[in-house]
Structure formats: structure tokens, C-alpha cells
């Protein structure tokens, strides 16, 4: 990185915090603070509650994820819009009925006070979890590739959003996420312009297709029942739909931003806005992702992307096998890249792209070979490189300037859902655990002051959490694989109060607990893939809660 670069950087995030500050200072009450004064408009509301939803995982992780895996990850969205609309006509109008802070204290008044209290209790423990993983997955690829402290990078990443978290509250964390989104579009349409530029004269886009698709990087639709395959059109719409139902209906990061709406039909519109721009624009981070794949079959790329996995290596005793096979890969990428430049001017020859399939399966050998061979010399390392594909790429190949302005596009998108997460966090703590159980009479002004201290709290233990986290196989798999645990016992929960009016408190409580024990019991043994999970969840509780009250009614019949 150049001056250029630190300046963009610098400037960019500073004006976030900084405007985010003035805009929403002197909250005097907890409405203003925890519902933004019930002021937001549609385009507010749809911009904030997609950029709570892509966090820096999502443009740090899903273009590796099309790098190695291509487009198919686009049929976990696939549920979204479905979701959106069932919340548009059962939840919000509920919701704003009552006029809710939070989600779970309508939960209370439909069941009792310990059936809120767990609920709110389940989304703390994910959420926060989560938050972690939000300031973590940006600062352990900087810290990898630009060498810098990882704990320096947690702590600068989580002070700067708390600074105007605490400051403004809902009202701050909505105001900052439409300069976040609109940073995040320019920045991500700059790189895939920039990519296309960068191929071959003779590559047009039509052509760069192509040659995605001879290595099977455009293969975006899976009608296999293959419950292996975590991806499918079923997955996207049964399991994604029920994933998205939990994490837009019932999660307070996301509650949050709809409930600041001026009214039930400008939340309606902001929900239904993110539920059909969402699946083009992870589809287009994709593409973005698929672009990269196509400007590395004409140029070198690493046999492994995380640089610090290539330095351990290179400095053991293996550092000579390693080097046989770098020479290996270079080889088979200049055979490629000949292969590539035919294959464009001539798409109809099936026997080119026959040979390109088949150098890319051995490329796929080479790489697998060179994750050995890391492991070999340094067992802790991260060979798993998707997370690292990205912003290798964004720091050897944009030019001065637009690599700050994409390493700000990392880091906003880092801010803005972590500052959603504390938001929610601290005002589900305050409202259904603090203040549901302090029974003094006190001003509003002390509990918008409880809140903050929430808020610095929550956010303290976020940097703690992404101080001591480990990297999974990929980012963004990990947080939705830490909602899936989670969310459909929660979803199942709300779909009992809203539609099985005879279930009562007692039922759900128990039926919830045995649920989350079966579900985390299920993800370790690895029985489904984590997609499932959700359904699954789903239909446990509302199934158990349905039978104990039976054998409650039951027996209640029997005293009669």
C-alpha cells in the first residue's frame, strides 16, 4: 500500500465514524435510542438491513468461494424473497401492533416471562458468537496479508464502532449504513470493471463466460436430493427459507432496523426491497469472484492464497518439495493459458475445453498437494485459503488508491454489521433481561444510559471473542452455520405464538430446551448439512410443544 492508499483508507472510515457521531447525537430517550425514533424510510430500512446481513465475510469470502467452488453458493439465497414477504404479512404488522423494542417481548405477552427470557437468551449467545466472527474474519486476512497485528486490528476494528454505536444508537447505525452500502457498490462494480479490463484483448465478458464455464464455475442451479451437496435448489428454498425466516423474523440485529420504520408499510418496503436486490447482488459478488477465476487462468496465482501458510512452508524442511511443485503448477498454468486463448477464439471445440477440464482437476491435485505439504511443515496453519483469494488479488492487481478504497469497502462492511449486532445485543439485553427485571420506578434517560454501557460491553467482549476465534473452513459457512443452530428453534417458537394458539408457556419452554440440546447434538455428528439444521429445528419444537400440551391437557382431564 502506497500513501494514496492510507489516505483513502483513513479518510473513509473517519468520515463513517465521525458523521455516524454528529448526525444522531443527544438521544434523550429509549425510543430514540433503541427504535431511532420510529423515523426511518423504506430505502433507509432496505439498505440497513442488507448491510447488517453482509458483513465483511461476505466480500472477503464469497468471491473465493466462486474462485474455488463457483456459483452454486447463490441457492442459499434462493429462500429470501419467499421470507421476506412472509414477514412482511405476519411479523410486522404484529410487531408494530404492539409496539415492540424487541422481537422476544412479544413473547411475553403471548406466553410468560421465562419463554422471552430464553428466547432472548438463545439469540444473545449466537449473536454475540457472531459479532466476534464479524470483527475477526476482516482483521485475520489483513493481519495475514498486510502483516499487521491481528490484536492491533480487532481492537481498531471494534473501537471504531463502538465510538458511534454508543453515541447514536439505532438511529447512528442506520444513518452510517447507506454511506457503508454505497462505499461497498462502488468499490465492489470498480474491481469486476477493472478485472475485465485486465484480460486479454480478445476475452470479452461473453467469452470470459465461457471459460468459466469449462472449468464449471457457471453450473448456479443443483436439483440433486444429495444431502452431501450443502448447496442445491431444496437447500436454498426449504432449508434457506426457514434460515431466513429465523434471521429476519426473529433476530434482533435485524428486528431492529424494521422496527425503526415510520410506519408498517415503509417497513414492508424496506424488507421487501432487500429480499429482491439481495439474491443479484450476492449473484453479482459471485460473478465478481468467477472474474477473478478467469484473470488467473492468464496469469500466475499462488499455489496456496493464505501468505502466511506459503512462508511456513517455505521455511521448513519441506521448502524444496514445495518449490518442485510451484514449478509444476507454473507449468500446467502457461499449458492452460495457451489452452484458454483457443478455447476463447474457439468455444465450439469441446476437445479444448475436454483439456481445460482436465488441467483444472490436476491444478485442483497440485493445490491439495501444496495443503499437505503446509500441514507437514506447521500443523496450526490455515490451509484453507477462500477467505485469502479476494484480497489477494485486490492487493497484487487494483490500482493506487482503489486498493484502499476496496480494503474500506472490507472494513465498512466489517462496521456496519457488528455495529447492528451491538445495537441489537445490548438493547435485547437492557429490555427483556435488565429492565423486564428491575422492578424501581427510574427515568428513560437511565436506561438510554444502560443501553450505552450495554453496548461498550457487548462490544469489549466482541473483541475478546475475535481475539481468541480460530478460522473455520470458510467465514461466511461458519456464521450461518452458527445461526442454523440456533435460529429454527427460535423461528419455531414464533411460529407456535403466532398460528397454535392453544400451546401455552410451559409447553414451548420445555419443548425449546430439549430442542437446542437434539439440534447441537445433530450439527456434531454431522447427520445433516447445517442448512437443514434450520427446518429441522423448526419442526422439533413446534412438534414437542404441540404433544406436552396434549399430555398436559390430557392429564388435566383426568383430574377433571
Same mark, same amino acid.
Given at each position: 500500500?502506497?500513501?494514496?492508499?492510507?489516505?483513502?483508507?483513513?479518510?473513509t472510515?473517519?468520515?463513517?465514524?465521525?458523521?455516524?457521531?454528529?448526525?444522531?447525537?443527544?438521544?434523550?430517550?429509549?425510543?430514540?435510542?433503541?427504535?431511532?425514533?420510529?423515523?426511518?424510510?423504506?430505502?433507509?430500512?432496505?439498505?440497513?438491513?442488507?448491510?447488517?446481513?453482509?458483513?465483511?465475510?461476505?466480500?472477503?469470502?464469497?468471491?473465493?468461494?466462486?474462485?474455488? !467452488?463457483?456459483?452454486?453458493?447463490?441457492?442459499?439465497?434462493? *429462500?429470501?424473497?419467499?421470507a421476506?414477504?412472509?414477514?412482511?404479512?405476519?411479523?410486522?404488522?404484529? #410487531?408494530?401492533?404492539?409496539?415492540?423494542?424487541?422481537?422476544?417481548?412479544?413473547?411475553?405477552?403471548?406466553?410468560?416471562?421465562?419463554?422471552?427470557?430464553?428466547?432472548?437468551?438463545?439469540?444473545?449467545?449466537?449473536?454475540?458468537?457472531?459479532?466476534?466472527?464479524?470483527?475477526?474474519?476482516?482483521?485475520?486476512?489483513?493481519?495475514?496479508?498486510?502483516?499487521?497485528?491481528?490484536?492491533?486490528?480487532n481492537i481498531?476494528?471494534?473501537?471504531?464502532?463502538?465510538?458511534?454505536?454508543?453515541?447514536?444508537?439505532?438511529?447512528?447505525?442506520?444513518?452510517?449504513?447507506?454511506?457503508?452500502?454505497?462505499?461497498?457498490?462502488?468499490g465492489?462494480?470498480?474491481?469486476?470493471?477493472?478485472?475485465?479490463?485486465?484480460?486479454?484483448?480478445?476475452?470479452?465478458f461473453?467469452?470470459?463466460?465461457?471459460?468459466?464455464?469449462?472449468?464449471?464455475?457457471?453450473?448456479?442451479?443443483?436439483? !440433486?436430493?444429495?444431502?452431501?451437496?450443502?448447496?442445491?435448489?431444496?437447500?436454498?428454498?426449504?432449508?434457506?427459507?426457514f434460515?431466513?425466516?429465523?434471521?429476519? *423474523?426473529?433476530?434482533q440485529?435485524?428486528?431492529?432496523?424494521?422496527?425503526?420504520?415510520?410506519?408498517?408499510?415503509?417497513?414492508?418496503l424496506g424488507?421487501?426491497?432487500?429480499?429482491?436486490?439481495?439474491?443479484?447482488?450476492?449473484?453479482?459478488?459471485?460473478?465478481?469472484?468467477v472474474?477473478?477465476?478467469?484473470? #488467473?487462468?492468464?496469469?500466475?496465482?499462488?499455489? @496456496?492464497?493464505?501468505? %502466511?501458510?506459503?512462508?511456513?512452508?517455505k521455511? %521448513?524442511? #519441506?521448502?524444496?518439495?514445495?518449490?518442485?511443485?510451484?514449478?509444476?503448477?507454473?507449468n500446467l498454468?502457461?499449458?492452460?493459458?495457451?489452452?484458454?486463448?483457443?478455447?476463447?477464439?474457439?468455444?465450439?471445440?469441446? &476437445?479444448?475445453? @475436454?483439456?481445460? !477440464?482436465?488441467?483444472?482437476?490436476? &491444478?485442483?491435485?497440485?493445490?491439495?498437494?501444496?495443503?499437505?505439504?503446509?500441514?507437514?511443515?506447521?500443523?496450526?496453519?490455515?490451509?484453507?485459503?477462500?477467505?485469502?483469494?479476494?484480497?489477494?488479488?485486490?492487493?497484487?492487481?487494483?490500482?493506487?488508491?482503489?486498493?484502499?478504497?476496496?480494503?474500506?469497502?472490507?472494513?465498512?462492511?466489517?462496521? !456496519?454489521s457488528t455495529?447492528?449486532?451491538?445495537?441489537? $445485543?445490548?438493547?435485547?439485553?437492557?429490555?427483556?433481561?435488565y429492565?423486564?427485571?428491575?422492578?424501581?420506578?427510574? &427515568?428513560?434517560?437511565? #436506561?438510554?444510559?444502560?443501553?450505552?454501557w450495554?453496548?461498550?460491553?457487548?462490544?469489549?467482549?466482541?473483541?475478546?471473542?475475535?481475539s481468541?476465534?480460530?478460522?473455520?473452513?470458510? $467465514?461466511?459457512?461458519?456464521?450461518?452455520?452458527?445461526?442454523?443452530?440456533?435460529?429454527?428453534n427460535?423461528?419455531?417458537?414464533?411460529?407456535?405464538?403466532?398460528?397454535i394458539?392453544?400451546?401455552?408457556?410451559?409447553?414451548?419452554f420445555?419443548?425449546?430446551?430439549?430442542?437446542?440440546?437434539?439440534?447441537?447434538?445433530?450439527?456434531?455428528?454431522?447427520?445433516?448439512?447445517?442448512?437443514?439444521? @434450520?427446518?429441522?429445528?423448526?419442526?422439533i419444537?413446534?412438534?414437542?410443544?404441540?404433544?406436552?400440551?396434549?399430555?398436559? *391437557?390430557? *392429564?388435566?382431564?383426568?383430574?377433571?
Amino acid at each position: 500500500m502506497v500513501l494514496l492508499d492510507w489516505i483513502v483508507l483513513l479518510a473513509t472510515l473517519l468520515f463513517i465514524v465521525i458523521y455516524g457521531s454528529w448526525k444522531t447525537r443527544g438521544s434523550k430517550n429509549v425510543r430514540d435510542f433503541i427504535k431511532g425514533g420510529s423515523e426511518a424510510k423504506w430505502w433507509t430500512i432496505g439498505l440497513s438491513v442488507m448491510a447488517t446481513q453482509a458483513s465483511a465475510i461476505t466480500f472477503l469470502s464469497t468471491p473465493g468461494q466462486a474462485f474455488h !467452488s463457483g456459483m452454486g453458493f447463490v441457492q442459499f439465497y434462493f *429462500g429470501l424473497p419467499i421470507a421476506m414477504i412472509i414477514i412482511c404479512m405476519v411479523f410486522i404488522p404484529i #410487531y408494530h401492533k404492539l409496539n415492540v423494542y424487541t422481537a422476544y417481548e412479544y413473547l411475553e405477552s403471548r406466553f410468560d416471562l421465562k419463554t422471552r427470557s430464553l428466547a432472548a437468551i438463545l439469540f444473545l449467545i449466537q449473536r454475540g458468537l457472531a459479532a466476534g466472527i464479524t470483527i475477526f474474519a476482516p482483521a485475520i486476512i489483513l493481519s495475514a496479508v498486510l502483516g499487521w497485528d491481528l490484536l492491533t486490528l480487532n481492537i481498531i476494528i471494534g473501537v471504531l464502532v463502538i465510538i458511534y454505536t454508543v453515541s447514536g444508537g439505532t438511529k447512528a447505525v442506520s444513518v452510517t449504513q447507506k454511506q457503508q452500502m454505497a462505499i461497498i457498490f462502488i468499490g465492489m462494480f470498480a474491481a469486476f470493471f477493472i478485472i475485465l479490463g485486465y484480460l486479454p484483448e480478445d476475452v470479452t465478458f461473453s467469452k470470459a463466460i465461457e471459460i468459466a464455464g469449462a472449468s464449471g464455475k457457471m453450473e448456479v442451479l443443483d436439483f !440433486s436430493f444429495d444431502l452431501n451437496n450443502r448447496y442445491t435448489v431444496w437447500t436454498g428454498f426449504l432449508g434457506g427459507t426457514f434460515l431466513m425466516l429465523s434471521y429476519f *423474523g426473529t433476530d434482533q440485529s435485524q428486528v431492529q432496523r424494521y422496527l425503526s420504520g415510520k410506519s408498517i408499510r415503509e417497513s414492508q418496503l424496506g424488507l421487501l426491497f432487500n429480499g429482491f436486490l439481495k439474491v443479484p447482488m450476492q449473484f453479482f459478488i459471485l460473478l465478481v469472484g468467477v472474474m477473478v477465476f478467469v484473470f #488467473y487462468q492468464f496469469n500466475n496465482s499462488p499455489l @496456496n492464497f493464505n501468505p %502466511s501458510a506459503t512462508n511456513a512452508v517455505k521455511e %521448513s524442511k #519441506y521448502a524444496e518439495d514445495y518449490g518442485a511443485l510451484e514449478k509444476n503448477h507454473l507449468n500446467l498454468l502457461k499449458e492452460k493459458k495457451q489452452l484458454q486463448l483457443q478455447y476463447a477464439e474457439f468455444p465450439e471445440q469441446t &476437445e479444448l475445453g @475436454n483439456k481445460i !477440464s482436465v488441467l483444472q482437476k490436476q &491444478e485442483i491435485a497440485y493445490r491439495e498437494e501444496a495443503k499437505d505439504l503446509i500441514l507437514k511443515a506447521d500443523s496450526n496453519q490455515e490451509v484453507n485459503d477462500k477467505d485469502y483469494v479476494f484480497i489477494h488479488f485486490i492487493l497484487n492487481n487494483l490500482p493506487r488508491g482503489l486498493i484502499g478504497l476496496l480494503l474500506a469497502v472490507i472494513l465498512s462492511a466489517a462496521m !456496519s454489521s457488528t455495529a447492528s449486532e451491538l445495537n441489537a $445485543l445490548a438493547a435485547t439485553t437492557t429490555m427483556d433481561l435488565y429492565k423486564r427485571n428491575d422492578h424501581k420506578e427510574r &427515568e428513560d434517560i437511565y #436506561y438510554v444510559s444502560v443501553t450505552k454501557w450495554f453496548t461498550l460491553a457487548w462490544g469489549v467482549l466482541a473483541i475478546l471473542v475475535a481475539s481468541i476465534a480460530n478460522l473455520f473452513d470458510n $467465514l461466511i459457512q461458519l456464521v450461518n452455520i452458527i445461526g442454523s443452530i440456533f435460529y429454527g428453534n427460535i423461528l419455531g417458537i414464533f411460529l407456535i405464538a403466532f398460528f397454535i394458539r392453544y400451546v401455552k408457556g410451559n409447553a414451548v419452554f420445555i419443548a425449546a430446551l430439549i430442542t437446542q440440546l437434539f439440534i447441537i447434538w445433530i450439527y456434531f455428528m454431522d447427520v445433516l448439512p447445517y442448512l437443514w439444521l @434450520n427446518l429441522l429445528g423448526c419442526v422439533i419444537v413446534m412438534l414437542l410443544a404441540v404433544l406436552i400440551q396434549f399430555v398436559k *391437557g390430557m *392429564g388435566s382431564t383426568k383430574k377433571l
